[in-house]
């Protein structure tokens, strides 16, 4: 009977593939995407020269930001614990994810608040904040979706202490640990997988419209203050990671895509307007705070030093 039953699971799993395969294959391509790689064009001007149209842009690694509120940076010579731990490999200093930068910033960086994760003393944050764990994609910008899930949480406080953590709870937000072991091996896998093909085929810096958005190119939200602009990076973690360990100082990148976690441009003169500012889950110098330190690069204060590879070490002690 446990055989039939994994057949049969087995064939239905084949069998929700079909239509999303077939989608990719022969469906109508999706609204154009505007190319603007090869134009000295930001994306502000894009924005206003192609509004409510998914624009291709060409930006520097170095400008765009984890997803998240880290605010680790991208590009040559990032610290990134997905890049350090791809430049330990690339070196030979450490081929697995046990002994990697990786494991080593999952273990330092446990924050158990939602209130800690995003760099704000408890004692001032919201009482929700102080109470509900990180969770995913919450910035003072976000959607609704995030203040519902925030008031969920709060509401089944209580209850949830005494419940297990489940597997999809342990590994849904990145930029915290603690995280299994065999969640390590698996992004350091994928990591190597792609770097192995991009320096054997190249970067694809073209993809077909039938792909859906996030599929296509390394997916960003925009920052904007006073005039100047800064990446945060929605989609596209592992190629950013693989680009920067290769020097890779410009990359072409799809801004102003839109998407259920918050707006894909967030301008710091709105503050008074982000969702969670109106309901008063953040005051105006919190969200201004958390905005200001991603946009300069800037981690938490509570964050450990980000450990990196021997190679940057010896590299940094010489320049």
């Known amino acids: 009977m446990t055989t039939i039953m994994s057949i049969s699971r087995k064939s239905y799993r084949r069998l929700a593939r079909f239509p999303r395969r077939f989608w990719h294959r022969f469906a109508p391509r999706q609204y154009p995407i505007q190319d603007l790689s090869q134009d000295s064009i930001g994306p502000l001007e894009a924005l206003y020269a192609y509004p409510d149209v998914p624009c291709l842009i060409r930006c520097r690694l170095a400008d765009c930001r984890w997803y998240g509120s880290t605010g680790i940076a991208y590009g040559p010579g ?3 614990p997905y890049v350090q731990s791809l430049q330990q ?36 944050a919201h009482p929700w904040l102080s109470v509900a764990p990180p969770l995913r994609d919450f910035l003072p910008w976000s959607g609704l979706a995030r203040w519902e899930a925030l008031r969920a949480y709060a509401d089944s406080e209580p209850v949830r202490r005494e419940m297990p953590v489940s597997r999809k709870d342990a590994t849904a937000i990145r930029q915290v640990g603690p995280k299994p072991t065999w ?13 192995e093909t991009i320096v054997r085929e190249g970067y694809r810096r073209w993809a077909s419209q039938r792909l859906d958005y996030f599929r296509q190119h390394i997916v960003v939200d925009t920052l904007e203050r006073d005039g100047e602009v800064r990446f945060v990076v929605a989609n596209g973690q592992h190629r950013a990671s693989v680009l920067s360990v290769l020097g890779h100082e410009y990359v072409p ?17 709105d503050f008074r307007r982000w969702p969670l500012v109106e309901r008063g889950i953040f005051l105006p110098s919190q969200a201004l705070e958390v905005f200001d330190r991603i946009f300069e690069g800037r981690q938490p204060d509570e964050l450990p030093r980000l450990p990196i590879a021997d190679s940057t070490r010896r590299h940094a002690a010489m320049s």
């Open 183 to 195: 969640f390590g091996e698996r992004r350091i896998a994928q990591l190597v997988a792609l770097y």
């Open 253 to 269: 990148v799809l801004a102003h895509v839109p998407h259920r976690r918050g707006p894909s441009l967030v301008r710091r003169e």
């Open 78 to 80: 990032s610290r990134h």
């Open 89 to 124: 490999y690339v070196t030979g200093e450490c081929r697995d994810y046990r002994g990697s930068c990786l494991e080593a910033y999952w273990q330092r960086w446990q924050p158990t608040t939602l209130a800690a994760s995003l760099g704000l003393s408890e004692d001032v």
